[in-house]
């Protein structure tokens, strides 16, 4: 095999996603002088634009999907190959791609994302959404729906039903709230009315400053004290990143604008064709006799007056698929989305060689991004962080994570070339997300949904209908979570507070009550 070898390079990374360009652009800056190839499936680079650090930890980017060349252009020492790899060979340090060739690395880095869990491989009319060529494909579909079932509760599933115009969707949920990957139930109660209001027509969030005390802008006091029930607890391109349907014009066949319907509970337990659906017992539930569904569904109200702007379903309407669920309902649709997350495409790296894989699939790495093969790090939504982490942070595979991790890999990467020691990130101390969920700006901070604090913990809430939802997390007396929705301007005081865990037991409910500017008090 040797003697085929293309080239060796100091530094392989493969994956043009945020992890890997990241990782790419870390190790062509730091070592000017070493060859670096990136090796990618698909022609296009995910490039990070626009980077802001709001806080010590908190940032804010854009994703831009470039020409790979823009990155050669940059750094003289790099080499972009469009090939995926098909194996990989670990003892012997060397890559072999699609297209028959074979490259020799020193050290290794793996970026190869993760692919969509989807429902069913061998069904027409179910699609994932990853790629600009998935969400394509989505959007090309669905032109011509009247109705699509939506399947999941990440945050693909949130975006994707708060999106879609002018198509009737069903949204099927395992959990009792939506948005269970992110929120608590209160958070999605607070979110659930924008749902069934048309987008333009939903308050805009106002800026704290602008409250004003009087009781009925404030619901219960203003302040909550209390437990808020956890709502239970071929061949891939990059997965897109933030506002990836900002450029999709995501409307259906119906000119009417938005008609959601959420079932909660349930998964899916059989997917049919319409010929299988002809010869099976289950019921078809069409929405115009969807009182039955909705009845106990919080949206009910919201959705009374949209539903009158469609033409009715008739129960007899042949659709191209359908879903049967757990709850017994069966539903006709023209697709259906499948967005129940994501495994960690490891599949064309394991053949031959003994990576420790983790529980959820992904290539265990310590912190310095190493893996347990030699010379091979890993980083992004491929690799799972088996280093015991800090007690506020936990890995979630998030285009925030990705940057942080490409970047870390590289300056360990670089590091252990140069023989230098490197600490793990301080971005590795405190979680901390900021994105946007049905047009409000959501900042996610440390355990901000009490996760792995059993019952030791006390929550404190501020909520203001259509404007903001603030939820502190508090373990003996110290701040250790927060969620804020809307536009609350708490994100940098309070991942202050959570990083210096500093005792607020004094403060009490004061520490959101709006006429106390915490801002200033804390500074
Ligand atoms: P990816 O971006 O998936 O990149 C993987 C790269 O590896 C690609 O370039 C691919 O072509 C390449 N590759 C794969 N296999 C091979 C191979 N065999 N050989 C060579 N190259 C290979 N996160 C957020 O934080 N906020 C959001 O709002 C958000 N929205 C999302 C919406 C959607 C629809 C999706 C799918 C994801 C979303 N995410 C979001 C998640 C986020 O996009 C990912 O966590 C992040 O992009 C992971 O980056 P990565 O570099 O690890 O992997």
Redesign the pocket.
């Known amino acids: 095999m040797d003697s085929k070898i293309r080239k060796t390079f100091k530094f392989v990374v493969?994956?043009?996603?945020?992890?890997?360009?990241?990782c790419v652009e870390q190790l062509s800056y730091s070592l000017p002088s070493d060859d670096v190839a990136l090796?990618?499936?698909?022609p296009?680079?995910?490039a990070v634009t626009n980077y802001k650090q709001v806080a010590k930890v908190l940032e804010e980017f854009d994703?831009e999907e470039q020409p790979a060349s823009v990155l050669e252009e940059k750094y003289s020492n790099l080499t972009v190959i469009h090939?995926?790899?098909?194996r990989l060979h670990t003892q012997s340090h060397l890559v072999e791609?699609?297209d028959g060739h074979i490259y020799g690395y020193e050290l290794l880095c793996i970026?190869?994302?993760?692919?969509?869990k989807l429902l069913s491989h061998d069904k027409p009319y179910v699609l994932?959404?990853?790629?600009t060529d998935?969400?394509q494909e989505f959007q090309k579909q669905l032109t011509k729906a009247k109705r699509i079932v939506v399947i999941g509760n990440g945050?693909?599933a949130l975006?994707?039903v708060y999106e879609v115009e002018g198509c009737q969707v069903i949204w099927a949920v395992k959990d009792a709230a939506i948005g269970n990957a992110f929120f608590d139930a209160g958070a999605a109660k607070f979110l659930t009315p924008s749902l069934g209001a048309d987008k333009q027509e939903r308050v805009a969030p106002c800026k704290r400053s602008r409250y004003t005390t009087e009781a009925q802008t404030f619901t219960a006091g203003l302040i909550l004290k209390a437990a808020i029930p956890r709502a239970d607890d071929s061949?891939?391109?990059?997965?897109?990143?933030?506002?990836?349907?900002r450029e999709l014009v995501l409307k259906g066949a119906e000119e009417a604008s938005r008609r959601v319907s959420v079932e909660y509970q349930c998964e899916v337990e059989k997917i049919f064709t319409s010929e299988e659906m002809l010869n099976s017992q289950s019921e078809t539930h069409a929405l115009d006799t969807g009182e039955n569904s909705l009845k106990n569904c919080d949206l009910h109200e919201s959705f009374q007056n949209v539903f009158s702007n469609f033409p009715p379903f008739l129960p007899e309407e042949k659709w191209p698929v359908y879903v049967k669920l757990t709850n017994g309902k069966t539903f006709g649709c023209d697709f259906v989305v499948s967005?129940t997350g994501?495994t960690p495409?490891t599949?064309?790296?394991l053949h031959g060689n003994s990576f420790t894989l983790a529980e959820d699939g992904g290539l265990r790495v310590d912190d310095h991004m190493v893996t347990s093969e030699p010379d091979v790090y890993a980083?992004?939504?491929?690799?799972t962080a088996s280093w015991e982490h800090s007690p506020l942070w936990q890995q979630?595979?998030?285009?925030?994570?990705?940057?942080q991790?490409?970047w870390h890999a590289g300056r360990c990467m670089a590091a252990r070339v140069l023989s230098e020691t490197i600490e793990l990130d301080f971005c590795f101390e405190l979680f901390s997300?900021i994105?946007?969920f049905f047009n409000y700006k959501v900042v996610l901070l440390g355990k901000f949904n009490a996760q792995g604090l059993g019952a030791d913990y006390e929550l404190l809430l501020r909520y203001t209908k259509g404007q903001e939802y603030v939820k502190v997390v508090l373990q003996t007396g110290r701040m250790v979570g927060a969620v804020l929705i809307g536009e609350t301007d708490l994100e940098e005081t309070f991942e202050n507070l959570i990083l210096n865990q500093m005792d607020l037991t004094e403060y009490g409910e004061d520490l959101l009550n709006p006429d106390v500017d915490i801002e200033d008090y804390f500074d």
Do not use: Y
């Open positions: 493969i994956g043009g996603g945020i992890a890997g360009v990241t090796i990618t499936a698909g296009h680079i995910k994703v090939s995926p790899v098909k791609t699609e970026c190869s994302g993760a692919i969509p994932g959404i990853r790629d998935s969400a945050g693909i975006e994707l061949r891939p391109g990059s997965a897109l990143g933030p506002d990836w349907h967005a994501v495409n599949e064309p790296f980083a992004g939504d491929v690799c979630m595979r998030l285009w925030t994570q990705a940057r991790m490409g997300h994105t946007k």
